[in-house]
Structure formats: C-alpha cells, structure tokens
C-alpha cells in the first residue's frame, strides 16, 4: 500500500471546534460529555500523534520523539497559562526541534509570539497552521492581528486568510469583524444575553479588534471584562487563560494570572 494511502486518512480538514477542545491531551480518551461531535469530526490537531506514530511505523522513526515533542507542548501550555509566554515559546521551540512536523500544529506557539511582540514568525506561524487547517477562524484573526502590527490594519485586511464557516455563531460574526471592519460595540451587544462563552469570545475579540487598532482604552476595557466574565474566571478553555495574559502583558491587571 502506498505511504500516501497510509497516512491520508487522518489528514482531511475538519469542521471547526472550539479550542478548549483542542486543549485535551492526544493520550487521553476524550468523554463523550465534553464532545459535542462525534469523533470524526474533532480537529486534526488531536490526530497528530496518530499520524506521526504511523510514520514511525514505516520509516522506522528518524531522529524525531513525537511523545517528547507532545510532552514539550504541553509544558509550554502550562507556562504560558501561568503568564511565563518566553518559557512557554522555549518549549514550544523545543518540540519542534524534537518533531519538526508540529510545526504547522503548533498554534499555541504563534499565540506566544504575538505577546512578545514577534509578529513576522507570529504570522508565519498561523499561516502554516491555516493551510494544514482550512476552517480556522481563530487562526485567521490572530494572523490578522500579527500582520496589521507589522504593516497596519488596511493592509493586513488585504491579505486577510479565508477560512471555512466557524460552527459558533460568534466566531463567524468576529471573523467578519476582522474581514471587512465594522462595530466591535455590535458584535458584543449581539452576544450579550446568550452564552457565557459566547460573551467571553465577543468581548476578547471585540478588545482584541481595538488594540489592531490602536485603541487602547476600548480594548482594556473589552478584555478586562472578558476576564472578569464567568467564563473567563471558572473555564479551563486556553483563550480563558490567554485573556489573563494579555492583561498581565499590558500590565491592565497583576491579579488575572
């Protein structure tokens, strides 16, 4: 059977899931409580291990660790969780130099890039990740957000990444925020009374379009209250986490993290 044959399987684009999801570790079983779809349907990210012990299995390993690499990822989480971004971007290099095929999975490294203002690899980062996964919002904003530092809204919004249909309706209305411009204000009105997930997103990614902007106060005054939200203080959900950061980034708070 060909190599291709092989591994291709695994590798098809998948609907777009939340990244709490994406959170859970690749050893662990996923419960069908926390999974709203069935596992066909779950992100490729969880299916890297799969793919990469496959390849080891014919090539006979090469010089990668892939479990080394995940257990890498996976401290970087942790430190970036606890506000160490340059830590966390240590690990995160790391597990590349031990498996450079998580190169184009490792999301979480381009989101501690961006805190330490290395926009040009932030973008190269997400970039990498959109093209292995063609229906990520989130991935596509934060590419956005990379890029516009470097060469201003207009500009970033030129070359802006289209992405597949999100599943949350929030995220496709940021994502069109970002897209084509318009009122942050709307998309957190919108989203005001549903979800506190929904609220939590709207108002992170609302104070996420002011900074682009150059808006300071708008956006501490969006993400502080994306932090003090329920969602932001009681979830285990990464971007949970990376709103605390980005209020100890900014020095807007020394008690979120």
Aim: aromatic content about 12%; proline content about 6%.
């Amino acid at each position: 059977m060909a190599l291709t044959q092989i591994v291709n399987p695994t590798m098809y684009p998948s609907p777009r899931i939340p990244r709490r999801f994406k959170m859970i570790s690749p050893f662990r079983s996923i419960s069908p409580q926390f999974s709203p779809q069935p596992p066909h349907a779950l992100s490729r990210r969880l299916f890297l291990p799969s793919v990469s012990s496959i390849w080891d299995a014919i090539t006979g390993g090469g010089d990668s660790n892939p479990r080394e690499a995940i257990a890498a990822v996976r401290n970087g989480m942790q430190l970036f969780k606890k506000g160490d971004v340059s830590g966390s971007v240590t690990e995160f290099d790391r597990a590349l130099l031990l498996d450079p095929r998580q190169k184009a999975y490792l999301w979480q490294r381009g989101l501690s890039l961006y805190y330490l203002d290395r926009f040009e690899e932030g973008a190269e980062q997400f970039r990498l990740d959109v093209a292995q996964n063609p229906n990520d919002t989130e991935e596509s904003i934060w590419c956005f957000l990379c890029e516009a530092r470097l060469h201003g809204v207009n500009a970033a919004r030129e070359q802006f990444l289209e992405v597949g249909r999100d599943s949350r309706p929030v995220m496709r209305e940021a994502y069109n925020l970002f897209k084509n411009g318009g009122d942050p204000e709307k998309l957190v009105n919108d989203f005001s009374s549903g979800q506190a997930s929904d609220y939590f997103y709207a108002s992170l990614y609302a104070g996420l379009y002011y900074e682009a902007e150059g808006k300071s106060e708008n956006a501490k005054f969006h993400i502080t209250a994306a932090c003090g939200s329920p969602y932001g203080q009681r979830s285990d959900d990464y971007m949970a986490s990376l709103a605390k950061v980005h209020c100890l980034c900014r020095n807007w708070s020394s008690g979120f993290v």
